[in-house]
């Protein structure tokens, strides 16, 4: 045993050196990079830093999503406004369009009339009388005279019965105080034309029970009488009837004028 004593120290000072070098590469590293307590100290906190990154992506992510979602919103607010905007921009365009195709087809029907005319529009209606007299926008200073015949573009109208300065207001032929000398235009045969079944419907009552009238017949006006020139459309006959005690003929007509759509008229000045 004494023999291996002198070995002793040999081997404890390789154990020293050995854990010197040990403790050098444990507590020591090359510049820039981390020690070992560093390297153990980001292992430890590593969790906890990726749970930290995760819960800010996530918190960053919700953030963003609610910021586009209130833009979203504001643009769907945007398109709303423009889509109604558009909307009721077509509306009126439409309802330009289609009163210029009415007023078009009113020029040209007065092309074929004889005498002077002018254009007007509906402007009001009597609730009470809602198809019996209307108000249009010319009067007095535009030439209008009481009993100045008003034409549609299909055929008669009425008659001016009331005239102010800028606006008259006219009977028309479905009131049942209204009356018009007409006749068949196939036969000639006379009778009186009177309102009072609605604004689709005109009596025309005859002189005699033997005249020549049937369904589908075209009535205008007779031009007997001061009212109305001759031969403005009225209507055509969709009903023959003889009434009680059955010494006349009557017979029912559809009206060429469409009563319920009236919006722009002619009007006779002279």
Not at 97 to 118: A, I, P, S, T
Not at 126 to 155: M, R, Y
Not at 185 to 212: E, H, I, N, Q
Request: proline share 4%; charged share 25%.
């Amino acid at each position: 045993m004494r023999r291996l004593f002198p070995y002793k120290k040999v081997v404890l000072a390789i154990v020293l050196v050995a854990a010197s070098v040990l403790l050098m590469n444990i507590t020591g590293s090359s510049e820039g990079a981390p020690s070992f307590w560093e390297r153990l100290f980001w292992k430890g906190i590593e969790p906890c830093v990726n749970l930290f990154s995760a819960v800010r992506d996530t918190v960053t992510d919700y953030a963003v999503l609610l910021e586009s979602k209130q833009e979203l919103m504001e643009q769907n607010e945007e398109l709303k406004r423009r889509v109604a905007s558009l909307e009721l921009l077509l509306a009126q365009l439409q309802e330009v369009q289609e009163r210029n195709q009415r007023l078009e087809e009113l020029l040209q029907f007065r092309e074929q009339l004889e005498g002077e005319y002018k254009g007007a529009y509906v402007i009001g209606r009597n609730p009470s009388k809602w198809f019996s007299a209307v108000t249009i926008g010319l009067g007095e200073e535009d030439g209008l005279k009481v009993n100045a015949p008003v034409l549609s573009k299909s055929g008669l109208a009425g008659r001016i019965i009331k005239v102010d300065q800028s606006q008259a207001q006219v009977l028309l032929l479905t009131d049942p105080e209204s009356g018009a000398g007409a006749l068949v235009s196939r036969s000639r045969d006379y009778g009186v034309v009177v309102g009072g079944g609605g604004p689709k419907t005109l009596t025309m009552t005859f002189f005699s029970k033997d005249v020549d009238v049937k369904v589908g017949d075209v009535i205008v006006t007779s031009g007997i009488g001061t009212l109305y020139p001759e031969g403005l459309l009225i209507g055509k006959v969709i009903e023959v009837y003889i009434p009680q005690p059955g010494l006349v003929k009557e017979c029912r007509i559809r009206p060429a004028t469409d009563f319920e759509h009236l919006e722009e008229v002619l009007v006779m000045i002279k």
